[in-house]
């Protein structure tokens, strides 16, 4: 990922080096300022509103959905909540909220859109390649780690292929189903948790 294009603004850079977890904060922040912008813009088709849809689509894959079902309200809130776990993590604290069950959806965008961005990279990878043998494995690994994944992971055929031909033909339910996995939650937890809004409750995302 090229991360002078969707990572964090240079003026936080100071933030960013801080920790993992810091620079994952400073691109939720402009994630949800983004978000944020685009709901108070007027509805429209301009070419201003077309490109800032399409950052958001590159730099955060699958926050799209997010922008698509969340009142203004919950986006307002969930940015607060994003400054103010950023803040606490700048002082040396780790912020409280990182804990709380009932702002579970901070945690999975912490991983969504950074494992997303590296699985939709490899994907593109893998489309070039004929079939796996230890040399497309070995690639797959460099380019894999290369994208700046949110965790690290040890490819193998059979995890290529799955990425290859994800369930449902769709990428981001194989990352809903390994963000769940890697916190103990199910797939559908992930997705109510990052889909459904604490403003204006609705009904389980499929």
């Known amino acids: 990922m090229d991360r002078s294009r969707c990572g964090p603004p240079s003026k936080e850079g100071d933030i960013e080096a801080c920790s ?5 904060l400073v691109e939720l922040k402009r994630k949800y300022d983004l978000l944020v912008a685009l709901r108070r813009e007027p509805a429209g088709r301009t070419a201003a509103r077309r490109d800032a849809m399409r950052t958001v689509a590159t730099c955060f894959p699958g926050a799209l959905r997010e922008w698509d079902g969340l009142p203004i ?13 950023l803040r606490q993590q700048t002082q040396g604290v780790t912020p409280p909220v990182l804990a709380d069950k009932r702002e579970a959806w901070l945690g999975f965008a912490l991983d969504l859109h950074a494992h997303l961005r590296a699985l939709l990279r490899l994907r593109r990878w893998l489309r070039q390649c004929g079939p796996v043998d230890d040399a497309v494995v070995s690639q797959s690994q460099q380019i894999y780690d290369q994208a700046d994944p949110a965790w690290p992971e040890q490819l193998s055929p059979r995890r290529l292929a799955q990425i290859a ?17 890697r916190h103990g939650v199910s797939a559908q937890e992930v997705k109510r948790a990052l889909f459904c809004s604490q403003t204006r409750p609705g009904s389980a995302p499929g």
């Open 73 to 85: 309200e919950e986006l307002v809130r969930r940015q607060g909540v994003v400054v103010t776990a």
């Open 165 to 181: 031909q994800p369930p449902e033909g769709r990428l981001a339910e194989l990352a809903y189903r390994d963000i769940a996995a």
């Open 20 to 24: 993992e977890i810091g620079r994952r």
